[in-house]
C-alpha cells in the first residue's frame, strides 16, 4: 500500500503558531484580569477548554507535536508563511485539489493557497476585514495565482491604477462566507488553526448553482478541467 508523504511545514509556519497560541493565552488571561469576578467565572466557565488547550500546546511538546500530525492529516499538501509587499505576514497551506459542480459538470480547479493574515488569528486584526498591511483572506489557485476570479466565493481586486500587484497577497479581496462565517471566526477566535484549515477546506469545495454569487460561469475559471 502506497504511504501519503507528510505534508512540509516550514520553520516559520511552526513559530507563527506558537505566535498565534501565545498571543491567544494572554488575551484570555487580560480578560479575565480586566472584568468583574462574577464575569470572570462565567468566562472562564465558557472558555476553560480553549485555555487548557493553549496552555498544554505551548508547554507540553508531545501536546504541540500531536497537533503538528493534525495538521498534516488535513487535505494540505505544504504548510509556509508568505508575506505581500507590505510585509504583512499570511499563515498558508497549499490544498489538494479543489473540486466544484458549475454548469452541470464537475471542474477541477488544482490546489488553491488558503492564506490567513497572522495578525488576524493572533487577535491583534479586529477592525474590518484587512489591517492597514493586508486584507484577512486569500483563497487563491496555484495553477493561475494573479487571476482575480478565484473562487465563486471569493474573488481579488486591484484598484491601483499606477501600480501593478507583485503578489496575489497583494490584492484588496472579498469573501462570501455565508453560513460559514460563524464557524471561520469562531475557530480563530479560538485560535484553533487546525480546525480553522479543516474548515476552509471545506469551504473551498462548497458551490451551490442556485446561490446568488458573483462568479458562476465555466469560462470565469480557464485554468480549470472538467472531470
Request: proline content about 5%; hydrophobic content about 35%.
Given at each position: 500500500m502506497k504511504i501519503a508523504p507528510r505534508a512540509?511545514?516550514?520553520e516559520e509556519f511552526v513559530a507563527a503558531l506558537r505566535e498565534i497560541y501565545t498571543s491567544r493565552l494572554k488575551e484570555y488571561?487580560?480578560?479575565?484580569q480586566d472584568n468583574a469576578t462574577m464575569y470572570q467565572q462565567s468566562y472562564f466557565a465558557r472558555n476553560k477548554m480553549?485555555?487548557?488547550?493553549?496552555?498544554?500546546?505551548?508547554?507540553d511538546k508531545s501536546v504541540f507535536d500531536f497537533e503538528l500530525t493534525r495538521l498534516r492529516s488535513l487535505n494540505y499538501s505544504e504548510y509556509c508563511i508568505k508575506t505581500n509587499t507590505r510585509g504583512a505576514r499570511y499563515l498558508c497551506g497549499l490544498s489538494f485539489p479543489v473540486v466544484i459542480p458549475i454548469e452541470r459538470v464537475k471542474l477541477n480547479l488544482?490546489?488553491?493557497?488558503?492564506?490567513?493574515l497572522v495578525d488576524f488569528l493572533?487577535?491583534?486584526?479586529?477592525?474590518?476585514m484587512q489591517d492597514q498591511n493586508g486584507y484577512r483572506f486569500h483563497f487563491y489557485p496555484s495553477r493561475q495565482e494573479m487571476s482575480e476570479t478565484r473562487t465563486p466565493h471569493h474573488y481579488?481586486?486591484?484598484?491601483?491604477?499606477?501600480?501593478?500587484?507583485?503578489s496575489p497577497l497583494d490584492y484588496a479581496s472579498s469573501t462570501c462566507l455565508g453560513g460559514f462565517n460563524t464557524i471561520i471566526y469562531s475557530l480563530a477566535a479560538c485560535g484553533d488553526v487546525t480546525e480553522y484549515l479543516r474548515n476552509a477546506y471545506i469551504y473551498?469545495?462548497?458551490?451551490s448553482p442556485h446561490d446568488q454569487l458573483r462568479f458562476s460561469s465555466i469560462r470565469s475559471f480557464p485554468w480549470a478541467e472538467v472531470v
Amino acid at each position: 500500500m502506497k504511504i501519503a508523504p507528510r505534508a512540509p511545514i516550514s520553520e516559520e509556519f511552526v513559530a507563527a503558531l506558537r505566535e498565534i497560541y501565545t498571543s491567544r493565552l494572554k488575551e484570555y488571561k487580560r480578560a479575565l484580569q480586566d472584568n468583574a469576578t462574577m464575569y470572570q467565572q462565567s468566562y472562564f466557565a465558557r472558555n476553560k477548554m480553549h485555555i487548557a488547550k493553549l496552555i498544554s500546546l505551548l508547554t507540553d511538546k508531545s501536546v504541540f507535536d500531536f497537533e503538528l500530525t493534525r495538521l498534516r492529516s488535513l487535505n494540505y499538501s505544504e504548510y509556509c508563511i508568505k508575506t505581500n509587499t507590505r510585509g504583512a505576514r499570511y499563515l498558508c497551506g497549499l490544498s489538494f485539489p479543489v473540486v466544484i459542480p458549475i454548469e452541470r459538470v464537475k471542474l477541477n480547479l488544482g490546489p488553491y493557497w488558503v492564506c490567513t493574515l497572522v495578525d488576524f488569528l493572533k487577535g491583534c486584526d479586529r477592525d474590518g476585514m484587512q489591517d492597514q498591511n493586508g486584507y484577512r483572506f486569500h483563497f487563491y489557485p496555484s495553477r493561475q495565482e494573479m487571476s482575480e476570479t478565484r473562487t465563486p466565493h471569493h474573488y481579488g481586486y486591484w484598484r491601483n491604477t499606477t501600480e501593478t500587484p507583485q503578489s496575489p497577497l497583494d490584492y484588496a479581496s472579498s469573501t462570501c462566507l455565508g453560513g460559514f462565517n460563524t464557524i471561520i471566526y469562531s475557530l480563530a477566535a479560538c485560535g484553533d488553526v487546525t480546525e480553522y484549515l479543516r474548515n476552509a477546506y471545506i469551504y473551498l469545495n462548497r458551490h451551490s448553482p442556485h446561490d446568488q454569487l458573483r462568479f458562476s460561469s465555466i469560462r470565469s475559471f480557464p485554468w480549470a478541467e472538467v472531470v
